[in-house]
C-alpha cells in the first residue's frame, strides 16, 4: 500500500483541478496516490485529467457536502496509508513537495501534522501563508498572508496548525479526534481539527522547504457572500468548542468584542448582511454546539497552558517578519 495518500476535494474547479493533478504526477517522492472526491461538480472539471504513473481514484457524490465531508468520505473509506495529505484543487505543489513532507515527518516524530509554504500562485514572491495563527479572542489567519517571501519564513518552526489547502496528517490522529467537523461545511475546518489535534497532545510544524502555490478561494472566491457567511459564523464555533477552561472565561470579553466590531465594521462596509446571518445562524446553534464542546474537551490529554503557549496574545496583529 502507498505511504500517503493525497485528497483533493472538488467542486467546480475547472482547469484548476487538471493543474493540481499535473503538479501532483511531477512529485519526485512516488509512492502515493491521488484520491479526487467530486462534490457533484456541474463543470468539465473530471474531463482530460493529466495522466501518469500515480493512480488516480475518482469518488463521485451525488450532493455538494463540502470541505469538510468531502475530506472525511475519503478519510473514512478509501484512504489506506498511514499519511494523508490534504489538497485544494486551487493548490499546485512544487516537485519536492511530498518528499520533504514525509521527510520532516520521519525526522522528527514529535510532531505529527504538518503545513507547507504556500505561495500567492499570481506572484510568487508573496506568501499565501506559512500555517494557522489562533488569537485568544478567536480570530484565526494564516501567517505571513501578503508578505514577502523572504528568508525570515525560510526555517522550519512549530505553529499553532496548517492551512488544509495543502497540509500533512497521521490518519490514525485525525481519526482519534473525529475528523473534520461536518457542520462547518467550509472555512475554518482546518483551524478546528488542529485545535483537537493540539487538545490531544499532538503538534504541528511549519516545513519551510515544502512549498505549493495557491490561488486562495479560487472557487468560492475572495470575500465573496459565501466565504463571508461560513468563515463568521464557524469562528465563533470554533471557539465555542475547542477553548479550554479557564481561559475559555478569561478571553470570551475579547470574543465577544470581537463578533461585535466584525458587525460593526462590515456594515459600515455595506456587506453585513452574511455576517449578520452568520452570527445569528451561529448563536441559535450555541446549546448543540456547547454539547460538543463536552466531547471535545474530553479528549484534552494536554495542560491548558500548553495550548494557550501555542495561541496569539495581546492585539491581534497580521504584520510581517
Known amino acids: 500500500m502507498p505511504l500517503v495518500d493525497v485528497v483533493i476535494v472538488n467542486y467546480n474547479a475547472g482547469p484548476y483541478l487538471r493543474r493540481a493533478i499535473h503538479a501532483l504526477q511531477e512529485q ?3 509512492d502515493f496516490r491521488i484520491i479526487i472526491v467530486d462534490n457533484a461538480s456541474t463543470d468539465n472539471s473530471l474531463s482530460e485529467l493529466p495522466t501518469g504513473d500515480v493512480d488516480v481514484k475518482v469518488v463521485r457524490i451525488e450532493r455538494n457536502l463540502g470541505f469538510a465531508a468531502g475530506n472525511n468520505v475519503a478519510i473514512s473509506h478509501y484512504v489506506d496509508a498511514e499519511w494523508v495529505a490534504l489538497l485544494n484543487p486551487d493548490a ?3 516537485p519536492e513537495w511530498l ?3 514525509l521527510r520532516a515527518a520521519a525526522a522528527d516524530p514529535t510532531f505529527t501534522f504538518f503545513g507547507c509554504k504556500m505561495l500567492d500562485a499570481s506572484d510568487n514572491a508573496r506568501l499565501d501563508g506559512v500555517g494557522d495563527v489562533f488569537h485568544v479572542s478567536g480570530l484565526h489567519w ?3 498572508h501578503g508578505c514577502l517571501n523572504s528568508s525570515t519564513y525560510g526555517h522550519s518552526t512549530e505553529i499553532f496548525a496548517p492551512c488544509a489547502a495543502a497540509a500533512l496528517y497521521r490518519v490514525r490522529d485525525v481519526m482519534a479526534v473525529g475528523g473534520f467537523d461536518e457542520d462547518f461545511f467550509c472555512y475554518s475546518e482546518d483551524v478546528d481539527l488542529g485545535f483537537r489535534l493540539r487538545l490531544a497532545g499532538h503538534r504541528c510544524l511549519y516545513v519551510a522547504d515544502a512549498e505549493v502555490e495557491h490561488v486562495g478561494s479560487g472557487i468560492t472566491g475572495t470575500h465573496s457572500d459565501f466565504s463571508l457567511y461560513h468563515g463568521h459564523r464557524n469562528l465563533v464555533w470554533t471557539y465555542v468548542k475547542n477553548v479550554p477552561a479557564p481561559y475559555f472565561w478569561i478571553y470570551l470579553p475579547y470574543h465577544i468584542l470581537l463578533n461585535v466590531c ?3 465594521v462590515f456594515t459600515l462596509r455595506r456587506r453585513g448582511t452574511p455576517v449578520w446571518r452568520a452570527k445569528r445562524d451561529a448563536l441559535l446553534k450555541l446549546p448543540y454546539f456547547w454539547r ?3 466531547v471535545v474537551q474530553a479528549i484534552r490529554r494536554v495542560p491548558a497552558a500548553s495550548i494557550r503557549r501555542y495561541m496569539q496574545g495581546g492585539l491581534p496583529t497580521r504584520s510581517c517578519k
Open 99 to 101: 518528499e520533504r513532507l
Open 262 to 264: 466584525s458587525l460593526c
Open 292 to 294: 460538543k464542546r463536552r
Open 142 to 144: 494564516r501567517e505571513g
Open 28 to 30: 519526485t517522492f512516488r
Open 92 to 94: 499546485f505543489p512544487r
